[in-house]
T-cell receptor, first 112, second 117 residues
């Protein structure tokens, strides 16, 4: 099925650094979501975006819904070791019960 | 946030046997639940959409007779892997829709690791 584009597959940063992740699609979505998954666990919702241009923060995380509705980015500021994990973006086109389309995920490593 | 649980968290079974995985929404009613499968180092792939009281909608390529889904109540959906084979070994994750402002978001369970010997 369709997937969103996330690259690179892995990112390595130093503790305290900021990091930005991008997610792009060839088609538009009405909702963009960012999830974090730890090994052996289910994804945990970080930020949900419902409107083109929307910029939303959750602690050290900031995400934006692209104006074209075909992209979104997630910023993590002042990274800490527990930020390690896999970050997935997901797009949703329909209403509340419509399915999500996931990106392949970016594995983030944080060096102490 | 909304809480979704899965049981069991892991299971090992012999080839040819059937395995049932439960997904529960603990603090909200979920009219729709989703079942995903995730292979190592890969993304989540949607298997089926489960609506309470009706038949599940399966994604293309997912065998409905092999992956039986029952959504008998607003807080419980089950996935039964019938006649499991080693290639069915995977991480199975469910999600559920909660209402209100987060109506468009899905909350995920912790996943079930299935290993078929």
């Amino acid at each position: 099925g369709q997937q969103l584009n996330q690259s690179p597959q892995s990112m390595f940063i130093q503790e305290g650094e900021d990091v930005s992740m991008n997610c792009t699609s060839s088609s538009i979505f009405n909702t963009w979501l960012w999830y974090k998954q730890d090994p052996g666990e289910g994804p945990v919702l970080l930020i949900a975006l419902y409107k083109a241009g929307e910029l939303t923060s959750n602690g050290r995380l900031t995400a934006q819904f692209g104006i074209t509705r075909k992209d979104s980015f997630l910023n993590i500021s002042a990274s800490i070791p527990s930020d390690v994990g896999i970050y997935f973006c997901a797009g949703q086109l329909g209403g509340a019960n419509s399915k999500l389309t996931f990106g392949k995920g970016i594995t983030l490593s944080v060096r102490p | 946030g909304a809480v979704v649980s899965q049981h069991p968290s892991w299971v090992i079974c012999k080839s040819g046997t059937s395995v049932k995985i439960e997904c529960r929404s603990l603090d909200f009613q979920a009219t729709t639940m989703f079942w995903y499968r995730q292979f190592p180092k890969q993304s989540l792939m949607l298997m089926a959409t489960s609506n309470e009281g009706s038949k599940a909608t399966y994604e293309q390529g997912v065998e409905k007779d092999k992956f039986l889904i029952n959504h008998a109540s607003l807080t419980l959906s089950t996935l039964t892997v019938t006649s499991a084979h080693p290639e069915d070994s995977s991480f199975y994750i469910c999600s559920a829709i909660s209402g209100g402002r987060a109506a468009d978001t899905q909350y995920f369970g912790p996943g079930t690791r299935l290993t078929v010997l």
